[in-house]
């Protein structure tokens, strides 16, 4: 038991260092112009569509209902039957989605406009989750429906700015455990093939990242193994960082070289470099542990062959361990209903969690649905609608964790089992970042609310939510 409580004392002064650290990070941004894109209607003329040709009241009217639901400024409660359940609702809109997919699929464009209009008479950016939901997967069928022809695909489409984006992924990251499972998973894994090499590794660490992602994950590694190390006895932490441009790269390791310069008895050094550079002149030290991190980065590749590549790479690099996490999915770009179900589920899933982190009332969970997922449910409804016909451009490659195991073992990697510590210590994540309370719990008897379960004997963590996986982390090695 104490041990226990000792393992929370630690989770929890490691959530405040992510915390504080992320912060920051908000500090040290500045906003950049909001580009806004107006509503002409002047500019609506006859829409034509594989032959069909649409009169102008019906996209009128549908723009019309969208315009007045995002000027919305109170709750809207819907339509709740007699007993006061929201349920029947929830699932007519649910339903009405479906035909609504199944229609612009079929590119019957008179009733997907019909349906879209009623969906939009109905469902709230400020309503509950499930109406969220909608609202947001309703904008990725209207665009679609539109085309990249219609003078209003970028007024749906509009992308929150940088900023924006950030800012929304940092609320996320700090109010819910998605995020923070997956990287303390991961650094436990590391941690633990650090301390198995400790007599024979000169106390180096190296971790090769590559989706460095402004460095969110490495403060509570840092602090880690800094309680490991003694001022007589300092621990060396080096990170190959690869990002998307040298302004992410520069801040990253600005905040990191700054956090690190609390624990003096660990020297810590960051080198950067821009996605799809040559990873030559890395520098390995003598004997030093060396990690590979790809927790949420093969799915970012644009093709099975570089994915293919990147493990070969990751292969030749000859690491201790390599951390691999990636969320649960299975979505073919070249099959928009199937991919269109398995987003549902999914975003579904985690519009619901949020409930479980913030109010509905929140400004910040408005933002997290409308900067975070939205803009990656219209992306990804939209992934094939590129000029030249190129998916990859536009996909990211979600896939199963059957999946990700297979390639990993066809590359001659084999999996590590994930220690009682690791699970334990997710399962206090939950804890603190959650309403859930209990620290033990059966996972085939508990469908409320997030859980963590192991998989493939132990080789894996995940986190769930209800009856949804949503992440898997996961440990490998050399075989």
């Known amino acids: 038991m104490e041990d226990t409580e000792e393992e ?124 969220r939901v909608v609202a947001h997967f309703a904008d990725g069928l209207a665009a679609r429906l539109l085309t990249r022809r219609s003078p209003f695909y970028e007024m749906i489409m509009k992308q929150p700015t940088e900023e924006e984006e950030f800012l929304a992924f940092t609320d996320l990251y700090r109010v819910s455990p998605y995020f923070q499972l997956a990287h303390f998973t991961a650094n436990q894994a590391i941690l633990e093939a650090f301390e198995d090499q400790i007599e024979n590794n000169n106390r180096a660490l190296h971790v090769i990242d590559f989706d460095v992602s402004y460095g969110f994950q490495w403060p509570s590694l840092i602090q880690s193994l800094s309680e490991k190390a003694t001022n007589g006895n300092r621990i060396s932490f080096r990170i190959t960082g690869f990002g998307r441009s040298i302004e992410e790269l520069q801040e ?5 070289v700054s956090f690190s310069k609390s624990f003096r008895n660990l020297v810590f050094e960051f080198q950067g470099l821009i996605r799809g550079s040559r990873l030559v002149n890395i520098r390995k030290k003598k004997h030093e542990t060396v990690a590979a991190n790809l927790v949420f980065h093969l ?16 292969r030749s690099i000859k690491p201790t361990i390599v951390t691999l996490v990636e969320q649960e999915g299975s979505r073919s770009p070249r099959n928009f209903l199937s991919r269109f179900m398995e987003s549902l589920h999914y975003f579904a899933a985690m519009f619901d969690s949020l409930d479980d982190c913030l109010p509905q009332e929140s400004n910040k969970r408005l933002s997290i649905e409308k900067n975070y997922l939205g803009k990656e449910i219209k992306s990804m409804l939209n992934c094939d609608e590129s000029d030249n016909g190129n998916y990859d451009n536009y996909y990211p490659r979600y896939e199963r964790m059957e999946t990700w195991k297979a390639r990993m073992e066809s590359h001659e990697f084999g999996g590590i089992k994930m220690s009682s510590k690791s699970l334990i210590q997710a399962k206090l994540l939950l804890k603190i970042r959650t309403h859930y309370c209990p620290l033990q719990f059966d996972e085939e008897n508990n469908n409320n609310g997030f859980k963590v379960f192991e998989r493939y004997d132990g080789k894996a963590i995940s986190l769930g939510w209800q009856d949804r996986c949503l992440l898997t982390a996961t440990a490998w090695h050399c075989v």
């Open 8 to 131: 929370e004392e630690f989770l929890a002064l490691r959530l405040a260092i992510v915390a504080s650290d992320s912060c920051s990070v908000d500090k040290q941004r500045k906003r950049k112009r909001i580009t806004r894109v107006s509503l002409n209607s002047s500019n609506i003329s006859p829409y034509h569509h594989e032959g069909c040709c649409v009169s102008e009241g019906k996209i009128f009217r549908l723009l019309q209902m969208r315009e007045q639901m995002l000027k919305l400024d109170h709750k809207r409660k819907g339509v709740v039957d007699e007993d006061g359940n929201n349920n029947n609702k929830g699932l007519h809109l649910i339903h009405l989605l479906l035909i609504t997919a199944t229609a612009v699929d079929e590119n019957n464009v008179s009733l997907a406009l019909e349906n879209l209009t009623e969906l939009y008479q109905t469902v709230s950016l400020t309503g509950d989750s499930v109406q």
């Open 252 to 256: 990253t390791e600005n905040r990191l």
């Open 299 to 314: 799915n970012t590749l644009k093709n099975y062959l570089k994915i293919s590549d990147t493990l070969n790479l990751v």
